[in-house]
């Protein structure tokens, strides 16, 4: 795969997991590389350990306001930006007669309005650079499963905002994709990995028999992000080796 350097990226939810995997791959590729997320020693240890390459932000994307300071200030920084890659993400598992009208709130606000709102903001940022964006979705967006309908739907709408948004700024040289990865390996799985029968049954059900993890995501995300996929542009690729295709 092609190389990153002077390319500038910015990564929502960058501390842990999927985002902190992209971001070391992107550095490894020689991108400079900003995350951003809400713990700030989460961020500082993170940084610490990508090196002089990385550069931490923190912000709750979630919020009013924090979309557009961070990009304000990623261009402050480093004077571009080359790619957006919206990850950071929530959700809660179980019947909709449990969930709050704040549960419900609070993953549409992470999910969808905080990838709207950025893509906003860098609009005119990735336009200068011919950049791209990728926002992380979820094989959920398409699968049809019991307990998640809020999440899915969150994730279904992210899929429809990569389409709409990659024809309304394909003519400005902007691509927009979205990876969906499926289970991965990551703190947030925490409670689907303990339970064992839920576990088991999604392991059998994934042609590839095993978990993913976050290396298999941030592949993902640095092909569509690198020339190579130039010509690809509205798509949701699955990364979840097979699992509810």
Do not use: C
């Not at 990876?179 to 991965?184: D, E, I």
């Amino acid at each position: 795969m092609e190389n990153f350097e002077s390319k500038v990226v910015l990564i929502t939810g960058g501390g842990t997991g999927i985002g902190k995997a992209t971001a070391s791959a992107f550095i490894a590729k020689g991108a400079k590389v900003v995350i951003t997320g809400r713990r700030q020693s989460v961020l500082e240890d993170t940084t610490k350990e990508l090196g002089p390459q990385a550069y931490f932000i923190v912000g709750d994307v979630s919020k009013k306001g924090d979309p557009a300071r961070i990009i304000d200030e990623t261009i402050s920084k480093f004077g571009r930006l080359d790619i957006l890659v919206n990850n950071a993400g929530t959700g809660k598992m179980g019947p909709l007669s449990e969930t709050s009208d704040e549960d419900i709130e609070h993953i549409y606000r992470t999910n969808v309005f905080a990838p709207l709102a950025l893509v906003r903001e860098a609009t005119v940022h990735l336009a200068n650079s011919q950049g791209a964006v990728v926002n992380i979705s979820s094989v959920a967006a398409s699968g049809i499963m019991p307990g998640v309908a809020t999440y899915a739907s969150s994730k279904a709408a992210v899929d429809h905002a990569t389409r709409s948004l990659a024809a309304e700024l394909g003519p400005m040289g902007i691509r927009v994709n979205a990876v969906a990865p499926g289970l991965t390996n990551t703190d947030i799985t925490a409670d689907v990995k303990s339970n064992e029968e839920m576990l088991g049954m999604i392991i059998a059900q994934t042609p590839m028999g095993r978990l993913g993890e976050p290396n298999d995501i941030a592949n993902a995300v640095l092909l569509l992000s690198s020339n190579s996929a130039g010509w690809i542009t509205g798509q949701s690729v699955q990364a979840g080796g097979g699992f509810l295709l």
